[in-house]
DNA sequence: TATTGCTTTCAGTATTTTTTGAAAGTATAA
DNA sequence: TTATACTTTCAAAAAATACTGAAAGCAATA
């Protein structure tokens, strides 16, 4: 396979895979582009590269600014912005779930705490059920939590040896 | 809080958690749904209880039945069908990595795989931190891929009291 | 200060996804 | 066999989401 073909399936993955978990697919495109391009890109070049507009170029590259997925550079003598992406995979992964943590677990696990406290006149089954529903997915919750937690001080080999060591032993 | 309150709050933050991963609000409305109830739920009911229409709710429970989240039951004497979720939480975490898994992570895999094999006839720079990228996604790839195996086959408590294990030492 | 080159914004438009509801399908019972 | 009770399907409609492009903003230089 050629190089240029190469790339263009990575971009195409890249989105799909974006979409079906939740993230827009110009902006997975986009990172996945800056990812795998060793120059700083300037908005123009992505337009180009994507054949999108320049306003959905713009917000979807601030989209990931926001993410802390791609940062702005200058380039010496030109006036236009350039960006470049986090290059290292671990880093990438582990930023990642640090906004999604963020943004959709913590609330969940804020609104399960509230959740234990139901209460009912009559304590039927329906109401022991619900408790211990609450209760389970909360503690899987937390687990989840602790476990990214973890992955953010982690180093990646580090992490991976420890975590498949358990699996073999 | 009272439990009716906490059971729509329950099926909402569902709704919106599954909306923010991929899977469609309703269908994961529908899941929250028969995780609460203590009883089978008919097709009318969940009609009833979410607001929807018919087509929505046969398509969705569909849906969830072939995530093999949800059973059909039959009930003495009635003629309707009945369905219950499983409630297992663990039991639901590990079918859903399971079906994402198959229908994701192994695709993209397969790509990576086929992209490792690119080649150029100038070795450039670009060529090397192509192949070098396509290299650390598939090796984190590979990783997660083992880490869900593992979960497949893992009783919950041993689980994350081996995890948790390792970054509290 | 005016011009030029570039960035940002956002109302309107297009696309994608989800939902509806009515008709067709199926199975049980009369 | 026909009626009844229920399920499934799917074309069309609605809703949600993403994208465009032109205008407004901004900052560097002439």
Same mark, same amino acid.
Request: charged share 35%.
């Given at each position: 396979m050629q190089l240029?073909?190469?790339?263009?399936? @990575?971009?195409?993955?890249?989105?799909a =895979? +974006?979409?079906?978990? +939740?993230? !827009?697919k110009t902006m997975a495109q986009i990172h996945a582009l800056m990812m795998v391009s060793t120059e700083p890109l300037s908005t123009?070049?992505?337009?180009?590269?994507? *054949?999108? *507009?320049?306003g959905n170029a713009n917000m979807n590259i601030r989209e990931l600014t926001d993410w802390g997925?791609?940062?702005?550079?200058f380039k010496a003598g030109?006036? /236009?912005d350039y960006f470049v992406g986090e290059?290292?995979?671990?880093?990438?992964?582990?930023?990642?779930? %640090?906004?999604?943590?963020t943004r959709e677990l913590d609330p969940i696990l804020k609104l399960l705490e509230q959740l234990k406290t139901v209460n009912a006149h009559i304590k039927n089954d329906e109401l022991k059920? @619900?408790? %211990?529903?609450? !209760?389970?997915?909360?503690?899987?919750?937390? !687990?989840?939590? /602790?476990?990214?937690?973890?992955i953010f001080k982690a180093e990646e080999s580090w992490f991976w040896?420890?975590? =498949?060591?358990i699996f073999t032993k």
């Open positions: 240029l073909e190469a790339k263009k399936q @990575f971009v195409q993955a890249w989105g =895979l +974006g979409s079906q978990w +939740g993230i !827009n123009e070049e992505i337009m180009e590269e994507l *054949s999108i *507009s320049r997925l791609v940062t702005k550079v030109e006036r /236009r290059k290292e995979v671990w880093k990438i992964a582990k930023q990642v779930a %640090k906004i999604r943590k059920h @619900f408790q %211990k529903m609450v !209760n389970d997915v909360h503690k899987l919750a937390v !687990n989840v939590d /602790r476990l990214i937690e973890s040896d420890k975590i =498949l060591k």
